[in-house]
């Protein structure tokens, strides 16, 4: 393989699929899931309605539904009581109804499904995680029976749907993600909708067989063909570092990541892959229905998802690998492929990255 500059699109690949959650973070620090959001598409309401919220902190909460051009029905914020006993729901202390306040339904709608989620996810039992969980409640609000489904991977309450007991869905999942800026968070109220998916598929055409390259970072290999073409990284240390581009068509990295924070906080691997597979409001989002977490005996993290850049207006294919290999530090392989190619040539790009 010979070293290549590496082109434009390889650097917007490399932030989205990358560079996660390091720069959040500091050394030693513990992944809280402030900053979340997740909206959801609420079937409760006979017109096209989103109901969202939004984790500031432990103890403030902002909440809001939406009807695409139509004004803002309700956005409340909310604060909790700061230390709740023990397995106990933590109470409402304060709210400001920043709109809607003249609206008595909607703001007691609001404010009884906030509570809902909550006492259900405080019912719930997560030591299944990372694996889904399902949970049977019965809630007037929602008309009675009701399923909710939880997942790791989604923000604030876990929660990725609640359907009746026929399947019909009650609240959807749409974007889960973290706010990083006070612009993004005053706009999330404002939110309209989901970019839709486009499915196209195309064929990359191969220079035919070739002799495979066997790629090492740390304890992990992986065998890659000669069409993968290896990008200069200066500096960059043998083993430690890896890059590989097919054309336009894909992008392969292998890095060594120390998070010394994995071992000080129960299921830290878990919150650490929520970052990694997360909406950033406004930037980038991650498709719902894509997102995928498996965890084998070795406690290898495998993750797919696709990926909108709305910088772009692009839709990719986003999977990593973590491979834990001691003391904090862990193999990190990613792969990022435009969507039409990895649809095009699934088998080919799933048989690379499993």
């Given at each position: 393989?010979?070293?290549?500059?590496?082109?434009?699109?390889m650097?917007?690949?490399?932030?989205?699929?990358?560079?996660?959650?390091e720069?959040?973070?500091?050394?030693?620090?513990?992944?809280?899931?402030?900053?979340?959001?997740?909206?959801?598409?609420?079937?409760?309401?006979?017109?096209?309605?989103?109901?969202?919220?939004?984790?500031?902190?432990?103890?403030?909460?902002?909440?809001?539904?939406?009807?695409?051009?139509?004004?803002?029905?309700?956005?409340?914020?909310?604060?909790?009581?700061?230390?709740?006993?023990?397995?106990?729901?933590?109470?409402?202390?304060?709210?400001?109804?920043?709109?809607?306040?003249?609206?008595v339904?909607?703001?007691?709608?609001?404010?009884?499904?906030?509570?809902?989620?909550?006492?259900?996810?405080?019912?719930?039992?997560?030591?299944?995680?990372p694996?889904?969980?399902?949970?049977?409640?019965?809630?007037?609000?929602?008309?009675?029976?009701?399923?909710?489904?939880?997942s790791?991977?989604?923000?604030?309450?876990?929660?990725?749907?609640?359907?009746?007991?026929?399947?019909?869905?009650?609240?959807e999942?749409?974007?889960s993600?973290?706010?990083?800026?006070?612009?993004?968070?005053?706009?999330?109220?404002?939110?309209?909708?989901?970019?839709?998916?486009?499915?196209?598929?195309?064929?990359?055409?191969?220079a035919?067989?070739?002799?495979?390259?066997?790629?090492?970072?740390?304890?992990?290999?992986?065998?890659?063909?000669?069409?993968?073409?290896?990008?200069?990284?200066?500096?960059?240390?043998?083993?430690?570092?890896?890059?590989?581009?097919?054309?336009?068509?894909g992008?392969?990295?292998f890095?060594?990541?120390?998070?010394?924070?994995?071992?000080?906080?129960?299921?830290?691997?878990?919150?650490?892959?929520?970052?990694?597979?997360?909406?950033?409001?406004?930037?980038?989002?991650?498709?719902?229905?894509?997102?995928?977490?498996?965890?084998?005996?070795?406690?290898?993290?495998?993750?797919?998802?696709?990926?909108?850049?709305?910088?772009?207006?692009?839709?990719?294919?986003?999977?990593?690998?973590?491979?834990?290999?001691?003391?904090?530090?862990?193999?990190?392989?990613?792969?990022?492929?435009?969507?039409?190619?990895?649809?095009?040539?699934?088998?080919?790009?799933?048989?690379?990255?499993?």
């Open positions: 393989m010979r070293n290549k500059t590496i082109p434009l699109f650097l917007i690949c490399v932030f989205v699929t990358g560079l996660w959650a720069a959040e973070q500091t050394e030693g620090s513990a992944i809280q899931d402030t900053g979340g959001y997740v909206i959801y598409r609420d079937y409760t309401w006979k017109k096209e309605a989103y109901t969202g919220f939004l984790k500031y902190d432990e103890t403030t909460y902002m909440a809001f539904i939406n009807c695409p051009g139509e004004d803002i029905l309700a956005e409340i914020y909310f604060t909790l009581e700061k230390s709740p006993e023990p397995g106990h729901l933590p109470e409402i202390t304060g709210s400001h109804i920043e709109k809607g306040g003249d609206d339904f909607t703001i007691n709608y609001l404010i009884e499904l906030f509570d809902c989620l909550r006492l259900a996810r405080l019912d719930t039992d997560f030591s299944g995680f694996h889904n969980i399902e949970k049977n409640f019965s809630f007037p609000l929602f008309g009675g029976n009701v399923v909710f489904s939880y790791p991977l989604v923000t604030v309450f876990n929660l990725f749907s609640v359907k009746g007991e026929t399947g019909k869905s009650v609240l999942l749409v974007e993600g973290y706010i990083y800026d006070e612009a993004a968070g005053a706009s999330l109220s404002g939110f309209t909708g989901a970019p839709k998916l486009k499915e196209k598929k195309s064929r990359i055409r191969k035919g067989k070739a002799d495979p390259v066997t790629v090492q970072t740390g304890a992990v290999e992986m065998v890659l063909d000669k069409d993968w073409q290896e990008v200069s990284i200066p500096g960059a240390k043998s083993g430690e570092k890896a890059f590989f581009y097919l054309e336009d068509k992008f392969i990295s890095t060594l990541v120390n998070v010394p924070f994995f071992g000080t906080l129960e299921n830290s691997e878990i919150e650490l892959a929520r970052r990694m597979v997360s909406s950033v409001y406004g930037s980038r989002y991650f498709l719902p229905s894509s997102l995928k977490i498996d965890i084998n005996a070795e406690k290898r993290i495998k993750l797919d998802s696709y990926i909108y850049t709305r910088s772009e207006g692009k839709w990719v294919y986003s999977g990593h690998m973590l491979f834990p290999l001691g003391n904090g530090v862990f193999a990190k392989i990613s792969m990022t492929v435009p969507l039409e190619y990895y649809l095009g040539n699934k088998t080919y790009f799933d048989n690379l990255f499993r």
